[in-house]
C-alpha cells in the first residue's frame, strides 16, 4: 500500500517540529529571582510579514535602555542579555521571510536549580498575524499555537433518546466538546383519557430536548456571529437529527453547513465514532479519515498474513535500510531513543530505550551518540525511497498501533527474501533491541 498521494510529507515534517518545539517552549519557566516569586525574564517577539527589522532592532534598542533601569542586579543581567542576543539574532537575517519571524529568548530555570540561555527564531509554517513584544515569566505563544491549527473544521451533532453529543474533527484530532444525558418518556399504549395527555407530555418533553440540542448548538458552532466549521454532520439512531434539521430552532446559518445526515446504532462516543466512519465521502480529504485508512489497510495486511507489514524498532530499521520499506509509519508522539554503542573493533550496535530512561547495558560497549528515534528517522526515509506518514492516537486503529505495536512500523515493497514459505514469519522479524 502506498501513501496517500495527497499527502504533503514535507509540510507535516515541518509542522511535527513546529508541535515539537511548542511543546518545549510551553515548558520553559522564567529563572526565580530573589526578589520576586518567578522571573520576567523570558522576551517573545512576533514580527508578521511586511514588518521592517530595522524597525524591530531600534524597538529593541529602546527596551535595552530601560531594562538598564531594572533595580534588581540579576532581573537587570538577564533582561540585557536576552534582548542583545535578540538584536544580535536579528541582524543575522538580510530580509524577513514570506510568513515573518517568531523570536524567543531568555534564561531558563532547569531542574537542577541551575539556569540555560534559551535563544530560538524561525519562520513559521503560516503567515505571523500580528507583531507583539513581551517580556514575561513564560513565552507568550497563543499565535504560535493558532497557527498550528488546520485550517477545515467539521462539527458532529450524535443525537438519540438517551442524550445528544457535540465534536469536531479538526485535521487529525478528534474532539468530544460537550455531552448532556436525556430522560424521555416512552410511548404510552393505555387508551382512556390518559393516553392524550401522556401523548402531550411526550411531544413537549422531546420538543425540549430538540430545542436544548439546537441552542447548544449555536452555542458552540456559531462564533463571532458566524459559523466557526466548514461542515456539520448529523447523527443519531432515531429521528431526532431529522427533526432538528427541519426544526425552526436550528440556526439556519448551522442548517445551511450540514453536510450529512446519518444513521448510527450508539450514541455517545461510540455514534461520534461511526459517524465519522459513515461521513467518510464527505471528509475523506481530512488527515483524520486518511490516518483511519491507512492504519485499517496496515491490520488488514497483519490479519491476512500477507508477510508484507513489519512493526518493531530494530526489525523495522533493518528492513527500512534494506530498502525493503514502502510506506514507513511513525507515532507523532514516539518517546523512544535511539542508542548508538561503538565496539573497541569499531562495529556499531543499536538499541532502543524509552526517552529519559538509563541506557541499556550493551556488553560494555561504549555509548556513542543517542538522540530520538523519530527525529532520525524523519531524516532517514528520504535515504532508502520510503514515503513516511505521522499518525496520531486519535482513532481507535490509532491507538491500538501506538499502544499495542508500539508506534512503529512499515509496509513493505515485498516480502523479504531471507523468510521462506514454510518458516513461521508473520510479516515481522524477531525484535529484542528494546529496554525499558
Not at 59 to 82: C, D, F, P, W, Y
Not at 226 to 254: E, Q
Not at 322 to 330: C, K, P, R, W
Amino acid at each position: 500500500m502506498a501513501a496517500d498521494d495527497s499527502y504533503d510529507t514535507e509540510r507535516e515534517v515541518e509542522l511535527w517540529k513546529t508541535r515539537n518545539l511548542l511543546k518545549e517552549l510551553e515548558a520553559v519557566q522564567g529563572h526565580p529571582i530573589p526578589a520576586c516569586s518567578s522571573g520576567t525574564t523570558l522576551v517573545s517577539v512576533a514580527m508578521r510579514p511586511g514588518k521592517q527589522i530595522a524597525q524591530v532592532i531600534q524597538q529593541l534598542t529602546e527596551e535595552i535602555g530601560k531594562a538598564g533601569n531594572i533595580k534588581s542586579r540579576v532581573t537587570r543581567h538577564e533582561t540585557l542579555t536576552a534582548l542583545m542576543s535578540l538584536q544580535q539574532r536579528l541582524r543575522q537575517y538580510t530580509h524577513l521571510p514570506p510568513n515573518g519571524l517568531l523570536l524567543y529568548c531568555g534564561y531558563a530555570a532547569t531542574g537542577d536549580g541551575r539556569q540555560r540561555l534559551v535563544n530560538v527564531s524561525f519562520s513559521p509554517p503560516k503567515p505571523v498575524a500580528d507583531s507583539i513584544y513581551y517580556c514575561a515569566s513564560k513565552f507568550v505563544l497563543e499565535p504560535l499555537a493558532k497557527m498550528l491549527e488546520d485550517d477545515r473544521r467539521v462539527g458532529f451533532i450524535i443525537m438519540d433518546g438517551k442524550g445528544c453529543l457535540y465534536g469536531a474533527v479538526t485535521g487529525n484530532s478528534r474532539t468530544v466538546l460537550h455531552s448532556f444525558s436525556v430522560s424521555l418518556p416512552k410511548k404510552h399504549r393505555r387508551g382512556g383519557q390518559s393516553s392524550v395527555r401522556f401523548a402531550h407530555l411526550r411531544e413537549e418533553k422531546r420538543h425540549n430536548y430538540v430545542r436544548k440540542v439546537a441552542e447548544k448548538a449555536t452555542q458552540l458552532f456559531i462564533s463571532n456571529n458566524m459559523s466557526n466549521v466548514a461542515g456539520l454532520v448529523l447523527a443519531g439512531s432515531a429521528d431526532f437529527k431529522d427533526v432538528l434539521l427541519k426544526s425552526d430552532l436550528f440556526d439556519k446559518r448551522l442548517a445551511e453547513k450540514v453536510l450529512q445526515t446519518v444513521d448510527v446504532a450508539y450514541g455517545g462516543e461510540n455514534g461520534f465514532d461511526q459517524a465519522i466512519t459513515l461521513s467518510r465521502p464527505f471528509i475523506a480529504d481530512m488527515k483524520l479519515v486518511q490516518e483511519r485508512d491507512l492504519i485499517s489497510g496496515y491490520f488488514d495486511n497483519i490479519a491476512r498474513d500477507t508477510g508484507k507489514v513489519v512493526y518493531g524498532y530494530g526489525d523495522t530499521v533493518e528492513l527500512l535500510r534494506e530498502g525493503a520499506v514502502e510506506t514507513l509509519i511513525v507515532w507523532e508522539n514516539l518517546e523512544i531513543d535511539r542508542c548508538v554503542f561503538r565496539s573497541a573493533e569499531g562495529a556499531a550496535v543499536e538499541r532502543y530505550v524509552a526517552a529519559r530512561a538509563a541506557p541499556p547495558d550493551c556488553d560494555g560497549l561504549e555509548l556513542e551518540s543517542r538522540g530520538r528515534l523519530i527525529e532520525w528517522l524523519l531524516e532517514e526515509h528520504r535515504k532508502h525511497g520510503a514515503s513516511l506518514r505521522l499518525v496520531s492516537d486519535s482513532t481507535p486503529e490509532g491507538t491500538q498501533f501506538a499502544q499495542g505495536l508500539g508506534g512503529l512500523g512499515g509496509m513493505l515493497r515485498w516480502k523479504p527474501t531471507r523468510y521462506d514459505a514454510e518458516s513461521d514469519y508473520d510479516g515481522h522479524c524477531s525484535d529484542d533491541s528494546f529496554d525499558l
